[in-house]
């Protein structure tokens, strides 16, 4: 009881017994029956021809009878092998088991562009369900990055007028598979799907449950196999009849829950069109999906816009986004010491927040305090063998916290670095030592390097910097000062250079 004039009636039933087109054909039929009832009539029900019990024997003898081969040959035809798990960005981490925790988010569709759809799928000659289709694989595939995209959608299955009266669970589930890359066509992705979902109603009587036992794709507990996200279009029924002294109507319910990681479901109403994305609360926050249903509508106003135009082109971006995006992220101007060497800026770091990580490689991590005074020393090291302003000191290391603690101390000494791959053939390095004409190497122990006689060599994992001080080695540079000679690639003979750049 819900008051004096109004009444609820709730009626649970299982989804193994049932399924959405028989929920309208018992509403009907308890309509009629009350009726009846309250009118002492006999209720004018169409006779049944077979009961679900005969169709269920019926499809089990069929598919037995080789239509099951036949079916599952084409679904593996077009299937294939790809097992990938669509990974849209989530705002939680995959939970090891589905908790089926969902919420509801009602999409807004202005009448407009529910009109403007209905034109658009007309003048492509398909269908409001393949566009609508179309459109969400667009942006799970801008969300995701994923070519292969797979979408499930529950198929009434009722394709023989004997079932259309019966109650039962005759609802299947196919998988809608959209290939797309950046440069694919909106029209091109509507006509793929559109054919695939014309070819599929030969092949739809194949339950779901064998085609993945078929398949046989990794199983999770946290997750459902070959889709993650469904798409349910529905047409709404027929007002509901009047009954004597009552006015019915059908009432929304939320059940909190979700099957799947997210489902987009639509009605079309007739004169309009609803929307609703049901999303696992495991998975995504409410400001998440909000926005997510916001790109959908504006994925939508760009396909009406440009329907022939490439995926990666339709935008998706509300105006404030937009703005955002180009102006207000990209206001980074800022006042930077063009003539202040980067040394330096990293010295003054130091002051700032010297126990702030400046370095990581792999497990490895230099604060900037460290790596200053690692610095420090290789520069008075540098310094004591002559190296002062402008000098050329080559650098052959493999990349390493070590060589940037090499690049700094040869600026911190006023040096400018020749770096040099030690992964270059022999031949390469030797030219390029004699044409740069270096005396000094700093390098790596492990390393075998072609060096030329009177070329200094010191390594860097060598502990031989120990007793030199830890003190910034405050040599005088100025901005015309160099900082670096690099070569060429050379790719046509040998290496051109040097390319030199200032400390400005």
Same mark, same amino acid.
Request: charged share 20%; glycine share 8%.
């Given at each position: 009881?819900?008051?004096?004039?109004?009444?609820?009636?709730?009626?649970?039933?299982?989804?193994?017994?049932?399924?959405?087109?028989?929920?309208?054909?018992?509403?009907?039929?308890?309509?009629?029956?009350?009726?009846?009832?309250?009118?002492?009539?006999?209720?004018?029900?169409?006779?049944?021809?077979?009961?679900?019990?005969?169709?269920?024997?019926?499809?089990?003898?069929?598919?037995?009878?080789?239509?099951?081969?036949?079916?599952?040959?084409?679904?593996?035809?077009?299937?294939?092998?790809?097992?990938?798990?669509?990974?849209?960005?989530?705002?939680?981490?995959?939970?090891?088991?589905?908790?089926?925790?969902?919420?509801?988010?009602?999409?807004?569709?202005?009448?407009?562009?529910?009109?403007?759809?209905?034109?658009?799928?007309?003048?492509?000659?398909?269908?409001?369900?393949?566009?609508?289709?179309?459109?969400?694989?667009?942006?799970?595939?801008?969300?995701?990055?994923?070519?292969?995209?797979?979408?499930?959608?529950?198929?009434?299955?009722?394709?023989?007028?004997?079932?259309?009266?019966?109650?039962?669970?005759?609802?299947?589930?196919?998988?809608?598979?959209?290939?797309?890359?950046?440069?694919?066509?909106?029209?091109?992705?509507?006509?793929?799907?559109?054919?695939?979902?014309?070819?599929?109603?030969?092949?739809?009587?194949?339950?779901?449950?064998?085609?993945?036992?078929?398949?046989?794709?990794?199983?999770?507990?946290?997750?459902?196999?070959?889709?993650?996200?469904?798409?349910?279009?529905? !047409?709404? %029924?027929?007002?509901?009849?009047? *009954?004597? #002294?009552? @006015? /019915? &109507?059908?009432?929304?319910?939320?059940?909190?829950?979700?099957?799947?990681?997210?489902?987009?479901?639509?009605?079309?109403?007739?004169?309009?069109?609803?929307?609703?994305?049901?999303?696992?609360?495991?998975?995504?926050?409410?400001?998440?999906?909000?926005?997510?249903?916001?790109?959908?509508?504006?994925?939508?106003?760009?396909?009406?816009?440009?329907?022939?135009?490439?995926?990666?082109?339709?935008?998706?971006?509300?105006?404030?986004?937009?703005?955002?995006?180009?102006?207000?992220?990209?206001?980074?101007?800022?006042?930077?010491?063009?003539?202040?060497?980067?040394?330096?800026?990293?010295?003054?770091?130091?002051?700032?927040?010297?126990?702030?990580?400046?370095?990581?490689?792999?497990?490895?991590?230099?604060?900037?305090?460290?790596?200053?005074?690692?610095?420090?020393?290789?520069?008075?090291?540098?310094? !004591?063998? %002559?190296?002062?302003?402008?000098? *050329?000191? #080559?650098? @052959? /290391? &493999?990349?390493?916290?070590?060589?940037?603690?090499?690049?700094?101390?040869?600026?911190?000494?006023?040096?400018?670095?020749?770096?040099?791959?030690?992964?270059?053939?022999?031949?390469?390095?030797?030219?390029?030592?004699?044409?740069?004409?270096?005396?000094?190497?700093?390098?790596?122990?492990?390393?075998?390097?072609?060096?030329?006689?009177?070329?200094?060599?010191?390594?860097?994992?060598?502990?031989?910097?120990?007793?030199?001080?830890?003190?910034?080695?405050?040599?005088?540079?100025?901005?015309?000062?160099?900082?670096?000679?690099?070569?060429?690639?050379?790719?046509?003979?040998?290496?051109?250079?040097?390319?030199?750049?200032?400390?400005?």
């Amino acid at each position: 009881m819900h008051g004096e004039a109004e009444q609820v009636l709730v009626v649970v039933l299982h989804h193994s017994i049932t399924d959405g087109w028989s929920m309208g054909v018992m509403v009907d039929d308890l309509l009629a029956l009350y009726k009846a009832a309250v009118e002492h009539t006999a209720a004018q029900l169409e006779p049944l021809p077979i009961q679900f019990r005969d169709y269920a024997a019926w499809q089990r003898q069929w598919l037995e009878a080789g239509e099951r081969e036949r079916q599952l040959g084409w679904w593996k035809e077009r299937l294939g092998e790809g097992r990938a798990l669509l990974e849209l960005p989530t705002d939680h981490a995959r939970p090891p088991v589905q908790s089926h925790r969902g919420a509801r988010f009602d999409v807004p569709l202005p009448a407009r562009l529910a009109a403007a759809l209905r034109a658009l799928a007309r003048s492509q000659d398909t269908t409001l369900f393949s566009l609508l289709l179309a459109s969400f694989q667009v942006l799970l595939h801008r969300y995701s990055g994923q070519a292969e995209v797979r979408v499930g959608v529950p198929m009434a299955n009722r394709n023989r007028r004997e079932s259309e009266r019966l109650i039962g669970l005759f609802i299947n589930t196919q998988v809608f598979q959209g290939v797309m890359h950046g440069h694919t066509r909106f029209s091109e992705l509507l006509q793929q799907l559109q054919q695939m979902g014309l070819e599929a109603q030969a092949y739809q009587d194949l339950p779901f449950e064998q085609l993945v036992e078929a398949l046989q794709p990794e199983r999770s507990l946290s997750h459902n196999p070959l889709f993650q996200v469904m798409y349910n279009h529905q !047409a709404k %029924g027929g007002a509901l009849a009047g *009954l004597p #002294g009552l @006015a /019915v &109507e059908s009432l929304t319910w939320d059940s909190g829950t979700a099957q799947l990681d997210l489902t987009l479901e639509t009605c079309d109403e007739g004169d309009g069109l609803s929307a609703s994305l049901v999303y696992a609360t495991d998975l995504f926050e409410a400001a998440t999906i909000e926005r997510m249903a916001g790109h959908w509508l504006g994925l939508l106003e760009a396909i009406l816009a440009q329907p022939d135009a490439p995926i990666a082109e339709l935008s998706m971006l509300s105006p404030a986004e937009r703005e955002a995006q180009l102006h207000g992220w990209n206001a980074t101007a800022t006042d930077y010491p063009l003539t202040t060497p980067v040394h330096h800026l990293i010295e003054a770091q130091v002051l700032r927040n010297p126990d702030a990580p400046a370095l990581a490689f792999g497990a490895e991590t230099l604060s900037y305090a460290e790596l200053n005074r690692r610095a420090n020393r290789l520069a008075h090291a540098l310094i !004591a063998r %002559g190296v002062g302003p402008d000098s *050329l000191v #080559g650098i @052959a /290391v &493999e990349r390493s916290i070590e060589m940037v603690v090499g690049l700094l101390a040869i600026l911190k000494a006023g040096g400018a670095y020749v770096p040099l791959d030690p992964e270059y053939p022999a031949e390469r390095l030797t030219y390029m030592l004699d044409d740069s004409a270096v005396k000094l190497l700093l390098s790596q122990s492990h390393l075998d390097l072609p060096l030329a006689a009177g070329v200094q060599r010191i390594d860097l994992d060598q502990a031989l910097l120990g007793d030199f001080p830890e003190t910034n080695p405050g040599v005088t540079l100025d901005a015309e000062n160099l900082a670096y000679v690099i070569y060429t690639s050379g790719s046509t003979g040998k290496p051109k250079g040097p390319v030199t750049a200032t400390l400005h």
